[in-house]
């Protein structure tokens, strides 16, 4: 399996690139300000963290549609996941918190993940049915939590089954399958009963997501967009002007990018 990957990225970097489609440069919309961090949930609405330590949700034209005031109450937040509108999830890594907020950003629950013997919680995620994921970098063990913190499902530990477990930085529930990524090892892959099933050595992607059956990021100034139905690897370089934005998020409306004054949403890419 790796050498066969290793071929395809080599075919696939070997393309002209002058016969790929350039990536668009006008954008869709844009949101003034800059913000400390920010998500887009499937329907549009952006969720960003202001200076001031507010957490807005705004609507797709920019109108401001709910706050929450209380973020600093638990830490410094370090990741939203808006996958459910309904229901976003804040992760506290400092210590160890998830927050569960309603569609008006009214606290519902706080999980306390230690009680749970989750003292190294490295990434958290929606799971389909609306629980929770979260993967526990001490005993390399993924779990699935309901929203009361109750742990429905557990891995082994990976190090008894793989010799370099992952440590990742991000967990996906997308297409029937859970995905690990870890920028240094790669891409791994489970089912939804914790089975792991293969890795994929997509290393170092920066802002990755995935989408449609597409895993897509970027390094070294291109867009990477690795299919994961019908194996197959594309990159686009991306306009001069846009390798200074950041952070990126890949979402089903297109691609938001972070610049000095504003939130920008381009239209996908279409390899």
């Known amino acids: 399996m790796r050498s066969w990957l290793y071929i395809t990225l080599l075919l696939a970097a070997s393309l002209p690139l002058a016969a790929q489609p350039p990536f668009p440069q006008a954008p869709i919309r844009s949101w003034e300000g800059r913000y400390s961090l920010f998500a887009a949930d499937p329907i549009g609405q952006l969720y960003v963290l202001m200076p001031s330590g507010q957490l807005k949700k705004l609507s797709p034209v920019g109108d401001s ?3 929450f005031n209380e973020v600093r109450q638990y830490g410094r937040l370090h990741w939203l996941d808006v996958t459910n509108p309904m229901k976003p999830l804040l992760y506290y890594g400092d210590f160890g918190t998830v927050v569960i907020l309603d569609r008006f950003l009214r606290l519902v629950q706080s999980i306390d993940l230690r009680r749970q013997g989750i003292f ?3 990434a ?10 979260v993967y526990n970098g001490q005993d390399t063990r993924l779990r699935k939590l309901s929203e009361e913190g109750q742990v429905l499902l557990s891995t082994p530990e990976l190090r008894t089954v793989m010799d370099d477990p992952p440590m990742p930085q991000q967990v996906f529930d997308r297409n029937g399958k859970v995905y690990l990524y870890d920028v240094d090892r790669g891409l791994f892959v489970f089912d939804y009963y914790g089975a792991f099933q293969q890795r994929l050595e997509l290393r170092g992607w920066r802002h990755p997501e995935i989408l449609e059956g597409r895993l897509m ?6 867009v990477l967009v690795y299919s994961l139905k019908a194996p197959g690897y594309r990159e686009v370089p991306l306009p ?3 390798m200074a934005g950041g952070p990126w998020q890949f979402s089903p409306r297109g691609m938001y990018v972070q610049d000095s004054t504003a939130i920008r949403l381009y239209p ?4």
């Open 65 to 67: 549609i709910g706050v």
């Open 240 to 242: 001069k002007p846009l």
């Open 268 to 271: 996908h890419w279409q390899p």
């Open 217 to 222: 990021g970027l390094g070294d100034g291109k």
């Open 124 to 133: 958290i995620a929606r799971s389909y049915d609306n629980q929770i994921w």
């Open 120 to 122: 190294q919680p490295l």
